[in-house]
T-cell receptor
Framework: GENVEQHPSTLSVQEGDSAVIKCTYS??????FPWYKQELGKGPQLIID?????GEKKDQRIAVTLNKTAKHFSLHITETQPEDSAVYFC????????????FGSGTRLSIRP | DTEVTQTPKHLVMGMTNKKSLKCEQH?????MYWYKQKAKKPPELMFV???????INESVPSRFSPECPNSSLLNLHLHALQPEDSALYLC?????????????FGSGTQLSVL
């Protein structure tokens, strides 16, 4: 089955700098890659997603890139702000897995003032 | 309304108790999910309901019993739980079941089993 690896597990960046989180997946049939942000005491919230027919997607300060050949995808946050501090999960899913998405292990992002 | 509402927010129960977790959404979503999340871990899928029918059970012990009374409500009945079942239980919904559907999560029920 699908396996998603996520790095780093913790990340601390200065406010205003950029943050990058990387994930790799094992199943070449995976075709949907969402990113979720989980703040303390809340459930995960979808922040951006990308499908396998697209190489890059941007939404204001957040961007995701996908390299299907290498089977990896990354989340880029520019001009980080204190409210970006949270745990971020990447995930992958395939048509063969129906409604199941496989989450990465998570990255705890801290923004230093 | 883009919210998934879960009650209660916190629950403490003994191993002989019976309790229920509730989840509600009014977005017209036709798929609803239960996830279990341990501290510092990603969510783990437990059950999926598709058009009010149970479509996926991830080999969850029978002490967890899901129920979908209608398209807006999802319950999780708990009985004879073990301390290792203590976790955050998350409900989610999506417009339709299947790949590529955006999941909307509730804030969860933090469960402690004594």
């Amino acid at each position: 089955g699908e396996n998603v690896e996520q790095h780093p597990s913790t990340l601390s960046v200065q406010e205003g700098d950029s943050a990058v989180i990387k994930c790799t997946y094992s199943d070449s049939a995976s075709n949907y890659f969402p990113w979720y942000k989980q703040e303390l005491g809340k459930g995960p919230q979808l922040i951006i997603d990308i499908r396998s027919n697209v190489g890059e997607k941007k939404d204001q300060r957040i961007a995701v890139t996908l390299n299907k050949t290498a089977k990896h995808f990354s989340l880029h946050i520019t001009e980080t702000q204190p409210e970006d501090s949270a745990v971020y999960f990447c995930a992958a899913s395939t048509y063969s897995s129906a409604s199941k998405i496989i989450f990465g292990s998570g990255t705890r992002l801290s923004i230093r003032p | 309304d883009t919210e998934v509402t879960q009650t209660p927010k916190h629950l403490v129960m003994g191993m002989t108790n019976k309790k229920s977790l509730k989840c509600e959404q009014h977005m017209g979503h036709r798929a609803m999910y239960w996830y279990k999340q341990k501290a510092k871990k990603p969510p783990e899928l437990m059950f999926v309901y598709s058009y009010e029918k149970l479509s996926i059970n991830e080999s969850v012990p029978s002490r967890f019993s899901p129920e979908c009374p209608n398209s807006s409500l999802l319950n999780l009945h708990l009985h004879a739980l073990q301390p290792e079942d203590s976790a955050l239980y998350l409900c989610a919904s999506s417009q339709d079941p299947g790949v590529g559907e955006k999941l909307f999560f509730g804030s969860g029920t933090q469960l402690s089993v004594l």
